[in-house]
């Protein structure tokens, strides 16, 4: 017997954070080791095709059929403007869906059981035992959560999942799949009327489905929507409070971080989330800064081009750092803004000694990483000013004038 698609973790809980790991890791050693030109692009169209026709067939109103008609034009639109994506992604691809392997497996939050299969793939239509993108595991999981009024949860998922993974190009290709994971849902929502026996029940349950499957239609027209989404830039020193107040950003507006931290480790072949102390300092030499810089630049740009809100979160102490970061936004037309995250010295020294003692680190060496940033940082250029807020950590409501700013500079929200 066969046993690859065999559940892999029966009956698992699993939490946000630990979905987050297991996912990528799955995918990271499943992707396969040879190229097969056009299978992904076939897979999805194949797919595609599939889920309209049967969303079609189920469909009676004249309303949801143009709707459908729509939403499958767009699909096809994407796919072609897709293809060079798709083909450039083939050592990624996958033989099946995660949940084949985890068909059992629960997505629990503060012990409220959210989602089955953990990332509510559906195993009994079309699509989860083909060749994929890692991509469509992930939208199947972010929508999962959004119809359920989880776009909180959504938000953070897609952050931590990126940061993980470093598959910041997976990102282009979201809209698409969660479009289409949205007809699955559907056409899923639709399907329960097939179950019904008598006809006393079914006026409810065609009311139920129906809602349902508008539910998740006005889903898909809002991720087809063409967006401008902006970039934010974190300015600041060691202990400015740059990674709190963008972690903030996620929930509250939706932002995706793109974190120094972790590209720089990542460009050196370490786990982006080790914290095994300071990095060793070969990893910070004007080389590996300029790379490290560089891929933030094309991680950012990445999310732009999905419609995505980016926000770079790394101290950017020179103008080249800040413009090669701030020319991702305008290059495409987009809005960027600066943000200062500025605090007292006395502040600075008291929360770099708070972190080092909790990291069991030198709290004398990260005092004089500090001294060398401020020494290192330029001032902000006139053209910079143009885009650049101030923020004072400091203050109590700093959180809320942050979201404020970006909201009044940016229109939001």
């Known amino acids: 017997?066969?046993?690859?698609?065999?559940?892999?973790?029966?009956?698992?809980?699993?939490?946000?954070?630990?979905?987050v790991e297991e996912l990528g890791a799955w995918q990271a050693e499943h992707a396969t080791d040879r190229t097969e030109p056009g299978a992904l692009r076939e897979a999805l169209q194949q797919r595609v095709t599939n889920e309209v026709q049967a969303l079609a067939s189920l469909m009676g109103g004249d309303e949801d059929r143009h709707r459908l008609r729509v939403?499958?034009?767009?699909?096809?639109?994407?796919l072609e403007r897709l293809a060079p994506v798709l083909d450039a992604r083939e050592a990624r691809r996958l033989p099946r869906s995660w949940a084949c392997d985890h068909r059992d497996s629960r997505l629990l939050d503060e012990?409220?059981?959210?989602?089955?299969?953990?990332?509510?793939?559906d195993l009994e239509g079309f699509g989860a035992e083909v060749v994929q993108d890692p991509a469509a595991d992930l939208a199947s999981l972010l929508v999962g959560l959004e119809v359920r009024d989880e776009a909180r949860l959504a938000r953070q998922f897609l952050d931590l999942y990126l940061r993980f993974s470093g598959d910041y190009e997976a990102?282009?290709?979201?809209?698409?799949?969660?479009?289409?994971?949205?007809?699955a849902g559907a056409r899923r929502a639709l399907r329960r009327l097939e179950t019904v026996e008598g006809d006393d029940e079914r006026p409810a349950l065609l009311a139920e489905t129906m809602s349902a499957c508008r539910r998740y239609l006005e889903l898909a027209e809002r991720h087809a929507e063409f967006r401008f989404p902006p970039l934010v830039i974190g300015v600041g020193v060691s202990g400015s409070?740059?990674?709190?107040?963008?972690r903030n950003l996620v929930t509250r507006l939706g932002a995706v971080r793109v974190g120094s931290d972790v590209e720089r480790r990542r460009q050196h072949g370490l786990h982006p989330q080790a914290r095994d102390g300071d990095?060793?300092?070969?990893?910070?030499?004007?080389?590996?800064?300029?790379?490290?810089?560089?891929?933030?630049?094309?991680?950012?740009?990445?999310?732009?081009?999905?419609?995505?809100?980016?926000?770079?979160?790394?101290?950017?102490?020179?103008?080249?750092?800040?413009?090669?970061?701030?020319h991702q936004a305008e290059s495409r037309g987009l809005p960027v803004l600066l943000v200062s995250f500025e605090a007292d010295e006395v502040t600075l020294e008291?929360?770099?000694t708070k972190?080092?003692?909790?990291q069991g680190t030198v709290v004398e060496d990260g005092l004089a990483v500090l001294a060398r940033q401020r020494a290192a940082f330029e001032p902000f250029s006139d053209e910079e000013r143009f885009h650049l807020v101030r923020l004072d950590t400091t203050a109590d409501n700093a959180a809320e004038t942050l979201a404020g700013l970006i909201q009044e500079h940016m229109h939001w929200s």
């Not at 012990?111 to 793939?121: C, F, P, S, T």
């Not at 409070?241 to 963008?246: L, P, Q, V």
């Not at 926000?311 to 800040?322: F, H, I, K």
Request: proline share 2%.
């Open 1 to 19: 017997m066969n046993q690859r698609h065999a559940p892999g973790s029966s009956g698992r809980d699993l939490g946000l954070e630990t979905l």
């Open 71 to 78: 939403l499958a034009r767009w699909l096809e639109e994407n």
């Open 111 to 121: 012990g409220r059981v959210l989602m089955a299969n953990a990332i509510d793939r």
């Open 171 to 183: 990102a282009r290709l979201l809209s698409a799949f969660r479009v289409l994971e949205c007809l």
């Open 241 to 246: 409070g740059k990674s709190r107040f963008t």
């Open 279 to 326: 990095e060793a300092v070969d990893i910070f030499t004007e080389e590996a800064t300029e790379r490290t810089y560089h891929r933030l630049a094309q991680c950012a740009g990445s999310l732009l081009d999905a419609g995505l809100p980016a926000c770079v979160d790394a101290t950017c102490l020179t103008r080249s750092q800040r413009d090669w970061l701030r």
């Open 350 to 352: 008291r929360r770099i």
């Open 355 to 358: 972190r080092a003692r909790r």
